[in-house]
């Protein structure tokens, strides 16, 4: 009797669980953009296809691209990850990303991460701003702005131009060896070194070497590696392996606070760093206010150094790669600080002018402003949960609802969109930023993204960059090595494009390590270009 019931129970059950299938397939999006799915894998075995016919280690985004490319570029479109993660809505249209950054009735301080951002916990703790929400997100933000307002960080010039003079002098001995380097590992200890003094006012020595750099450089290095596609360690036991590097680098960076907690009350100065911020309140270091100090930290000193060093090595690439940019960029330096490009020279007036050196630089500026347009090196989504309510208006006024997705504003898409960028929006024009009458709207330019939760450092690293490249573009003659090398014709001369580039032996790009870095570290050869 009882495998009667069973028999007949078992085909009902099985039906069920297919008619379900079916609908969450095929009928719960399919009024939104979408490619043909998998009835057992979604869009994941698509992605998967699209992935090993792509170039090794692609960034993930010039997967979305392809779709959205082969769904004829929609405002937005869906790819199901089920049943790995929830499903994606992937959003390439400006204004449509805008509606999900901003402040509503809904969400007062915008939509909440999506769960993906706790994948790196462990790299940037769990009571980082990063994952905090609502009040307490609002009470971090005004708790740390002043170590990011303008004039403070115009105050970290000195600091800046300091840490570019070691920068300078590992280009002149490779310079003066020919070597190859990963210019990757150059920039990332030079913004290391900045960030290290923005947050903790302590030297990291990231600058020196392995064996005289801090254990915190060296343990973050450890830890970030092991999201690195093609990590050699066992993936079984990674989750382990970094919730134990984490607790070595939490142990060090604890200890760098209790410290700066002890100097507090002896100390005259007023720091505005991220760590005395932290503190600023504090009348007891408490265990709570040592994990959640500590994870500030570590957010910080991630997100400061990365960002930075990924935007300099694209824009070095790019400059040497487009001699007509790279002239106007020398013009313009010669302009302000004249001929003399000695780094001295070019400190000893940045010193003494300070931000108003920086404010001359405009067609410089807008150079950095491209590399973040066509290179955006970080990314973020966002979560509605079932039955909340959260709708957008697409271009062509259809309202739809986006519960029980991951919002994702892909700034590869929106940053490209030939209606905003016209059909040039893949090359790098820095121009584009200086016409009269442009009608670039502000909301299809975000790699920092916008709306109250936008990055907080986004001005510190423009500051960077500007310093750096004040001091290193006139001085050297960069050169690409293997991929993204210059093409050259039978007497050895660069071969020049009509929009005025050179042409490449295979394009460069971007993988997915944590942030988007150029997928072989940016291997350059570096000569000494101007001495006087």
């Known amino acids: 009797m009882a495998w009667t019931l069973v028999a007949t129970i078992i085909p009902f059950l099985l039906f069920y669980i297919w008619k379900k299938v079916v609908y969450y397939r095929t009928e719960q999006y399919a009024w939104l953009p979408q490619l043909p799915p998998s009835l057992l894998w979604g869009h994941l075995s698509t992605i998967d296809k699209l992935v090993k016919t792509n170039r090794p280690n692609i960034h993930i985004d010039e997967i979305f691209k392809a779709m959205h490319n082969y769904l004829g570029k929609p405002a937005l479109f869906i790819v199901d990850l089920r049943p790995v993660s929830h499903p994606m809505c992937v959003i390439g249209d400006h204004n449509v990303a805008e509606q999900i950054s901003k402040i509503s009735k809904l969400f007062p301080f915008s939509p909440p991460k999506s769960f993906t951002a706790h994948w790196y916990r462990d790299l940037m703790g769990p ?15 005004k708790q740390l702005n002043p170590g990011f307002a ?107 606070i209790k410290e700066k907690f002890e100097e507090r009350s002896t100390s005259q100065n007023s720091s ?39 935007l300099l090595q694209w824009t070095f690439y790019e400059l040497a790669r487009t001699p007509r940019v790279l002239r106007r960029v020398c013009m313009e330096l010669d302009e302000i600080f004249g001929p003399n490009s000695h780094p001295t020279r070019i400190r000893d007036q940045i ?17 950095v402003k491209e590399i973040l347009r066509l290179y955006p090196p970080a990314a973020t989504a966002r979560f509605s949960t079932q039955n909340t309510g959260l709708s957008v208006r697409l271009p062509d006024g259809q309202d739809v609802c986006l519960d029980g997705m991951m919002l994702y504003n892909c700034q590869s898409i929106i940053q490209r969109d030939q209606a905003v960028y016209g059909n040039k929006s893949d090359q790098f024009i820095p121009q584009r930023w200086l016409e009269t009458g442009s009608t670039i709207p502000a909301s299809a330019w975000r790699p920092f993204e916008r709306g109250p939760r936008n990055c907080i450092g986004q001005e510190l690293a423009n500051i960077e960059a500007l310093v750096i490249l004040a001091c290193a573009t006139r001085r050297y003659n960069w050169e690409k090595v293997g991929l993204g090398s210059t093409k050259r ?13 050179y042409e490449v032996q295979s394009e460069l790009y971007n993988t997915l390590e944590i942030t988007s870095k150029p997928v072989d570290g940016m291997r350059m050869r570096v000569k000494i270009a101007r001495t006087t």
């Open 150 to 256: 303008h004039k403070h960080l115009i105050s970290l010039m000195p600091c800046i131009l300091d840490k570019t003079q070691l920068f300078l002098t590992k280009l002149d001995h490779y310079a003066s060896t020919g070597e190859e380097f990963p210019l990757d590992e150059l920039c990332t200890n030079l913004t290391f070194d900045i960030i290290g003094a923005v947050t903790m006012d302590i030297d990291l020595d990231a600058q020196l070497g392995e064996e005289k750099q801090s254990a915190i450089v060296r343990l973050f290095r450890k830890l970030a590696s092991t999201w690195r596609s093609g990590y050699s360690g066992w993936k079984v036991i990674l989750p382990l392996q970094r919730k134990l590097i984490s607790r070595q680098l939490n142990a060090h960076l604890k200890e760098c």
């Open 127 to 141: 009571l980082s701003i990063v994952l905090a929400e609502r009040e307490e997100w609002k009470g971090l933000r």
């Open 351 to 367: 010193l003494e002018h300070g931000e108003s050196v920086l404010q001359r630089m405009i067609y410089t500026s807008a150079v």
């Open 272 to 310: 505005r760093s991220v760590l005395a911020l932290s503190l600023a309140e504090t009348q007891e270091l408490t265990p709570e206010v040592l994990d959640r100090t500590c994870d500030q930290l570590k957010t910080f000193l991630f997100a400061g150094h990365d960002t930075t060093s990924i």
């Open 489 to 501: 014709d039978e007497s050895g001369a660069p071969i020049e494009k009509e929009n005025g580039q």
